[in-house]
């Protein structure tokens, strides 16, 4: 077996930019997840809206081009077999690979909920990236002025975990965004699987996901061969208020477990010990003395302060937004875990409502109107709890949101100058 690293959590976290990994077994070659750090884009100037949009500093004014370790690594590998990912986030750079031929016959494992979010977030970045072709003109052949010298120094310290040197700098993974018909042929070539669902790879692999717990749609990979079992471990969380909660049975009796992303540990480091530490605590949680019942170590891992601490956080955020609408404010959230958005939505409701407050809300996203239909007909992705609200007597939606809109508090609308919200 060989392992290799091609990309570290970028500066959004193991979320929004996880890790990835080039794992060799069995005479197989998988990707281990394919993000985008789109942390580069700080470094370029937003498209104008009009003559007096102000100076852009030292922005660059261009088309954006987009850090993708995890494809140009495999790229340079010569091709892979097969992509497991682990998250929607952890797709959007799998259209760079499928655009290329030697990519042709790779094949993409995604679980079905992360895959339709996957496609949705691959959607707004490409439709994004498209309102800077418009006012810059498409991409020419050849790389662009602006990665040469200073402006191109800029981009690459505005990608964290990136050293700059002025010799032997790669700038392989920085690259030109895929178009819309890429995204098509990567949507084709993707398998989808439930959690639980057995694949046989190869005729020699046996893949698996299960909920990692972190979000809707993300997984755990156990991959089986003849001579190994592994388990591909992400940022985790064992009991969710949303998602379902982790597998903890995919975790035992494997030989190896690559763990990931450590970020789902920091929770637990009360005194902000180092990675390290953190490590150690880890270690010390998971190994078992002899003798000692399992069920006693899962019950250990599977507490409630996950869900505690994560709602404490919410509702200190509606504290805020409460006190905001009091003073005559208005409060701008931006979007990003879905699970958490929507937890956000039921919270931000019950506080408006206690105090009575008759505030709308307003969600701005192309893809708002698709995620809201579906998010509250995936009761198979949900944990136990919300499963129950959907067969319950009194046939509660899994999420609030459901009111909201028919109550007419909450608008969709698909961007800021759509007519009716300004």
């Known amino acids: 077996m060989k392992l290799t690293c091609v990309a570290t959590p970028g500066s959004g976290g193991g979320?929004?930019?996880?890790?990835?990994?080039?794992?060799?077994?069995?005479?197989?070659?998988?990707?281990?997840?394919?993000?985008?750090?789109?942390?580069s884009l700080a470094a370029f100037a937003p498209v104008p809206l009009g003559p007096d949009s102000g100076d852009a500093g030292d922005l660059i004014r261009a088309v954006p081009h987009y850090w993708s370790p995890a494809a140009a690594a495999a790229a340079k590998a010569g091709g892979v077999d097969a992509v497991l990912v682990s998250s929607a986030t952890g797709m959007l750079?799998?259209?760079?690979?499928?655009?290329?031929?030697?990519f042709a016959n790779t094949k993409v494992y995604v679980t079905e909920l992360a895959a339709r979010i996957g496609k949705l977030m691959m959607g707004q970045l490409v439709e994004m990236h498209s309102e800077f072709v418009r006012y810059y003109g498409p991409d020419l052949d050849?790389?662009?002025?602006?990665?040469?010298?200073?402006?191109?120094?800029?981009?690459?310290?505005?990608?964290?975990n990136i050293v700059i040197e002025d010799e032997g700098m790669d700038l392989?993974?920085?690259?030109?965004?895929?178009?819309?018909?890429?995204?098509?042929?990567?949507?084709?070539?993707?398998q989808t699987v439930k959690y639980g669902?057995?694949?046989?790879?190869?005729?020699?692999?046996?893949?698996?996901?299960?909920?990692?717990?972190?979000?809707?749609?993300?997984?755990?990979?156990?991959?089986?061969g003849p001579r190994a079992s592994i388990t591909y471990l992400p940022s985790t969380v064992f009991v969710s208020a949303h998602a379902l909660d982790c597998d903890y049975n995919s975790l035992k009796e494997n030989d190896i477990i690559l763990f990931s992303?450590?970020?789902?540990?920091?929770?637990?480091?009360?005194?902000?010990?180092?990675l390290g530490e953190n490590a150690m605590v880890c270690d010390d949680s998971l190994s078992r003395a002899d003798g000692v019942d399992e069920d006693e170590y899962a019950q250990c891992l599977s507490k409630n302060d996950d869900i505690a601490e994560e709602i404490e956080r919410i509702s200190f955020i509606c504290s805020c937004i409460s006190d905001a609408?009091?003073?005559?404010?208005?409060?701008?959230?931006?979007?990003?875990?879905?699970?958490?958005?929507?937890?956000?939505?039921?919270?931000?409701?019950?506080?408006?409502?206690?105090?009575?407050?008759?505030?709308?809300?307003?969600?701005?996203?192309?893809?708002?109107?698709?995620?809201?239909?579906?998010?509250?007909?995936?009761p198979e992705w949900l944990c136990k709890p919300r499963q129950e609200k959907l067969f319950s007597r009194e046939e509660e939606a899994l999420f609030g949101h459901v009111e909201l809109l028919k109550e007419g508090r909450l608008f969709l609308f698909p961007h800021l100058y759509s007519k009716g919200l300004l």
């Open 325 to 378: 609408i009091k003073s005559g404010g208005s409060v701008l959230i931006p979007i990003g875990r879905l699970g958490v958005i929507l937890l956000i939505l039921e919270h931000i409701s019950e506080t408006l409502l206690s105090s009575n407050m008759k505030v709308p809300i307003f969600m701005i996203s192309g893809a708002a109107e698709k995620i809201i239909s579906f998010t509250n007909a995936v």
């Open 261 to 274: 992303d450590f970020s789902s540990l920091n929770v637990m480091d009360e005194n902000n010990e180092n």
């Open 172 to 190: 392989a993974p920085l690259m030109p965004l895929y178009s819309a018909p890429n995204l098509e042929e990567c949507m084709r070539k993707t």
């Open 15 to 39: 979320y929004h930019s996880p890790a990835s990994h080039l794992l060799e077994v069995e005479g197989v070659r998988l990707l281990l997840d394919c993000p985008v750090d789109l942390s």
């Open 142 to 160: 050849g790389s662009p002025k602006w990665m040469q010298g200073e402006k191109l120094h800029k981009l690459l310290s505005s990608l964290q």
């Open 197 to 224: 669902e057995e694949v046989c790879f190869n005729g020699m692999l046996m893949l698996k996901a299960s909920s990692s717990g972190l979000e809707l749609g993300n997984c755990v990979w156990s991959i089986k």
């Open 93 to 102: 750079g799998l259209p760079f690979l499928t655009r290329l031929p030697s």
